[in-house]
């Protein structure tokens, strides 16, 4: 009896990759371009938030701390719809552009405590040996602290970027034909809602393994820790 239904679901998730294996790679490259484009912005934000979460001035800490208490306190979902049908009375928004926009607001909170903690874990002599030196602290921080951050911040951002990837599937709910979109149309004609979902979830799992596999060269790449090979002629 079991071997049965094994070849009952086999024959089931075959079906559904003959039939929507098109519309799941396509739906995948939408995921991708959300998540890539939200990324980005979530790097603008997360940049400027963790300089304002350093700097000096207790007015900048404080706007910081605000963005990053409520978007940490508060559903992504919730952020979704709040700012798609709060933007949509201001502005005409489609729904990719929302669910970008409001992807980016949510990553870019964590993103800007990656690149605090980084730039705090930096030797403070290294700044203070710049400053001695006549460097502007822009500059010492350009040139100098924030290089070596990034490096260090690296292998946190590669897992908030996974995170970001898996949590593009909330878009779904502001009508964005990504893959969980795509799986619940699927599943809704097919009424195998676990072999869609098992699909759908390959598909995910290859997407997040591909990015993992780049995000480990990068780390590996730009790792100056590890000793250089020597050839001999």
């Given amino acids: 009896?079991?071997?049965?239904?094994?070849?009952?679901?086999?024959?089931?998730?075959?079906?559904?990759?003959?039939?929507?294996?098109?519309?799941?790679?396509?739906?995948?490259?939408?995921?991708?371009?959300?998540?890539?484009?939200?990324?980005?912005?979530?790097?603008?934000?997360?940049?400027?938030?963790?300089?304002?979460?350093?700097?000096?001035s207790k007015i900048l800490n404080r706007i910081a701390d605000i963005y990053i208490g409520i978007i940490r306190g508060t559903p992504l979902i919730v952020q979704i719809m709040f700012?798609?049908?709060?933007?949509?009375?201001?502005?005409?928004?489609?729904s990719f552009t929302a669910g970008a926009?409001?992807?980016?607001?949510?990553?870019?909170?964590?993103?800007?405590e990656i690149f605090r903690g980084a730039v705090q874990s930096i030797d403070r002599g290294q700044?203070?040996?710049a400053r001695s030196l006549g460097m502007p602290y822009s500059l010492a921080m350009r040139r100098i602290i924030f290089p070596q951050a990034f490096k260090r911040a690296i292998p946190s951002l590669a897992n908030q970027f996974i995170i970001g990837l898996k949590d593009s599937s909330l878009v779904a709910y502001i009508a964005v034909t990504d893959l969980y979109n795509?799986?619940?149309?699927?599943?809704?004609?097919?009424?195998?809602?676990?072999?869609?979902?098992?699909?759908?979830?390959?598909?995910?799992?290859?997407?997040?393994?591909?990015?993992?596999?780049?995000?480990?060269?990068?780390e590996n790449r730009m790792d100056v820790s590890k000793p250089k090979e020597v050839r001999l002629a």
């Fill in 182 to 218: 795509t799986a619940l149309s699927v599943q809704g004609e097919n009424y195998m809602p676990f072999e869609t979902y098992f699909v759908v979830g390959i598909y995910y799992l290859i997407i997040v393994l591909i990015f993992t596999w780049f995000a480990n060269r990068i």
């Fill in 1 to 56: 009896m079991k071997e049965v239904h094994i070849v009952v679901f086999i024959d089931n998730i075959i079906s559904i990759f003959s039939e929507h294996g098109i519309a799941f790679l396509k739906a995948s490259w939408m995921t991708i371009a959300i998540t890539a484009i939200s990324l980005l912005f979530a790097m603008v934000i997360g940049v400027i938030f963790a300089g304002f979460k350093i700097s000096s």
């Fill in 127 to 129: 700044m203070e040996a």
């Fill in 83 to 94: 700012l798609y049908y709060g933007l949509a009375n201001i502005v005409n928004l489609d």
């Fill in 101 to 112: 926009l409001a992807l980016g607001v949510h990553t870019g909170a964590y993103i800007a």
